[in-house]
């Protein structure tokens, strides 16, 4: 009795005695339903704080801010980009353009925008609500699952009140009591002459009278036949962790963190038919493609998977229901890419954007230059500019004579952001 009289006493010291912990409280903040469908709005320019993908059409740069909307940029000339506006678009990441009207996500909702011929007025044209599935903790670039382990706490989504557009953060101080279990506390882009091009990481593009775009899932169809009045015409699963989008000759390349899948629209393009896809290791995977070729770069990170491959790979697709891995080149971390006439653009991490040559051997690309730049993130080459997405900001660089050093033209600079900006 004795023995167990004294564990009962010991068991009370050690687990009756807390002790203090500081935690932070994420609690959700709201934009509702009515204010997120009436705030698209042409505004002033603004600074650059967290840019995301990049869009060109004619001579206009489009960057997005995201989850806030679109910069637009006179790049007439690329040496002196000038900031023409802010387009207000909550929830935004993606756009696609065909002729006067702008197609762009806003959250759950598709916004159809008019653009005026000097982009100086615009006016929504239509909105189909609740057509994308939206996850507020991805949107935000968050991680869904966090522990006590990182003394944070995050209060569950109420989506009957709208939107998340942010957190109110709070520290706050609890007694924490020995234990021998874990305790967690979690919540649930090639176009034609009317259209623009987007960046290796798109999932927006637009190819004939449709709108293709691509969630974690799934590919939407939307016809565009009427301007300015989309219509939803297919939603149809894909498959796990999709990621890009990229338009090959009337034909769709999907890329997942596990696969590129090969979609046919040019034989019917609101039935879009899957011909083949062509798996590997789990990591972050955009894709671009030209002539037999695609090119496709794997990341490894915690954010795509638990490989450690950091490759490029060059696919065969001259067979498209048949594509096969003919080469792969290791990299160091690589992510966007892209390809023009035979030149191969690749942002591979702290060794900066690599520049490669396969108009002769596409298997085999011999590599011509880099640009010192170690944040690059995607790329578009557009009339001999190579337009640079960085974590600093977007730079323009002149790459019509690869045969001397590559002429610097203009950067635009982001602002210091906040956590959650």
Same mark, same amino acid.
């Given at each position: 009795?004795?023995?167990?009289?004294?564990i009962?006493?010991?068991?009370?010291?050690?687990?009756?005695?807390?002790?203090?912990?500081?935690?932070?409280?994420y609690?959700?903040?709201?934009?509702?339903?009515?204010?997120?469908?009436?705030?698209?709005?042409?505004?002033?320019?603004?600074?650059?704080?967290?840019?995301?993908?990049?869009?060109?059409?004619?001579?206009?740069?489009?960057i997005?801010?995201?989850n806030?909307?679109?910069?637009?940029?006179?790049?007439?000339?690329?040496?002196?980009?000038?900031?023409?506006?802010?387009?207000?678009?909550?929830?935004?990441?993606?756009?696609?353009?065909?002729?006067?009207?702008?197609?762009?996500?806003?959250?759950?909702?598709?916004?159809?925008?008019?653009?005026?011929?000097?982009?100086s007025?615009?006016?929504?044209t239509?909105?189909?609500?609740?057509?994308?599935?939206?996850?507020?903790?991805?949107?935000?670039?968050?991680?869904?699952?966090?522990?006590?382990?990182?003394?944070?706490?995050?209060?569950?989504?109420?989506?009957?009140?709208?939107?998340?557009?942010g957190?109110?953060?709070?520290?706050?101080?609890?007694?924490?009591?020995?234990?021998?279990?874990?305790?967690?506390?979690?919540?649930?882009?090639? =176009?034609?002459? &009317?259209?623009?091009?987007? $960046?290796?990481?798109?999932?927006?593009?637009? @190819?004939? #009278?449709?709108?293709?775009? +691509?969630?974690?899932s799934?590919?939407?169809?939307?016809?565009?036949?009427?301007?300015?009045?989309?219509?939803?015409?297919?939603?149809?699963?894909?498959?796990?962790?999709?990621?890009?989008?990229?338009?090959?000759?009337?034909?769709?390349?999907?890329?997942?963190?596990?696969?590129?899948?090969?979609?046919?629209?040019?034989?019917?393009?609101?039935?879009?038919?899957?011909?083949s896809?062509i798996?590997?290791?789990?990591?972050?995977?955009?894709?671009?493609?030209?002539?037999?070729?695609?090119?496709?770069?794997?990341?490894?990170?915690?954010?795509?998977?638990?490989s450690?491959?950091?490759?490029?790979?060059?696919?065969?697709?001259?067979?498209?229901?048949?594509?096969?891995?003919?080469?792969?080149? =290791?990299?160091? &971390?690589?992510?966007?890419? $892209?390809?023009?006439?035979?030149?191969?653009? @690749?942002? #591979?991490?702290?060794?900066? +954007?690599?520049?490669?040559?396969?108009?002769?051997?596409?298997?085999?690309?011999?590599?011509?230059?880099?640009?010192?730049?170690?944040?690059?993130?995607?790329?578009?080459?557009?009339?001999?500019?190579?337009?640079?997405?960085?974590?600093?900001?977007?730079?323009q660089?002149?790459?019509?004579?690869?045969?001397?050093?590559?002429?610097?033209?203009?950067?635009?600079?982001?602002?210091?952001?906040?956590?959650?900006?």
């Open positions: 009795m004795k023995k167990y009289s004294a009962l006493f010991l068991a009370l010291i050690f687990f009756g005695c807390g002790y203090p912990v500081t935690y932070k409280r609690t959700p903040i709201y934009m509702s339903f009515a204010e997120l469908r009436s705030s698209v709005k042409l505004n002033a320019s603004k600074d650059l704080k967290n840019p995301g993908k990049i869009y060109v059409k004619g001579n206009y740069l489009y997005n801010e995201k806030k909307g679109m910069h637009i940029i006179d790049n007439s000339t690329p040496s002196a980009p000038v900031k023409k506006g802010f387009i207000s678009i909550p929830g935004n990441f993606d756009i696609s353009i065909k002729g006067d009207t702008l197609y762009a996500d806003s959250y759950t909702d598709l916004v159809a925008i008019e653009l005026s011929s000097d982009l007025e615009i006016s929504v239509k909105r189909l609500e609740n057509v994308f599935t939206y996850d507020p903790y991805i949107s935000l670039g968050l991680n869904r699952w966090n522990y006590y382990y990182y003394n944070e706490i995050w209060e569950p989504i109420d989506s009957t009140k709208g939107v998340v557009t957190w109110d953060v709070k520290e706050e101080t609890r007694y924490e009591y020995p234990s021998i279990f874990p305790r967690a506390d979690y919540s649930g882009s090639g =176009s034609s002459e &009317s259209t623009g091009v987007g $960046g290796s990481t798109a999932r927006f593009t637009i @190819i004939g #009278d449709c709108l293709y775009t +691509v969630d974690s799934y590919l939407y169809l939307f016809r565009i036949q009427d301007s300015g009045a989309p219509s939803v015409w297919l939603k149809e699963y894909v498959g796990w962790n999709i990621e890009t989008i990229f338009p090959f000759d009337g034909n769709l390349l999907i890329g997942s963190t596990s696969a590129m899948y090969v979609y046919d629209v040019s034989t019917d393009a609101l039935n879009p038919r899957k011909m896809s798996t590997h290791f789990t990591s972050c995977d955009p894709v671009v493609a030209e002539g037999n070729y695609a090119y496709v770069t794997l990341r490894s990170g915690n954010t795509c998977g638990n450690d491959i950091n490759e490029l790979q060059i696919i065969d697709i001259s067979n498209l229901t048949q594509p096969k891995l003919k080469a792969r080149q =290791s990299m160091y &971390s690589p992510s966007g890419l $892209g390809v023009k006439n035979g030149i191969l653009f @690749i942002c #591979d991490g702290k060794a900066g +954007v690599k520049i490669f040559d396969v108009r002769d051997t596409p298997t085999n690309p011999k590599f011509l230059k880099q640009i010192d730049i170690e944040t690059a993130n995607d790329v578009i080459p557009y009339n001999n500019i190579l337009i640079i997405t960085t974590d600093i900001g977007v730079a660089y002149d790459y019509s004579d690869l045969s001397s050093d590559i002429k610097k033209l203009s950067e635009i600079p982001i602002v210091e952001k906040g956590y959650f900006d």
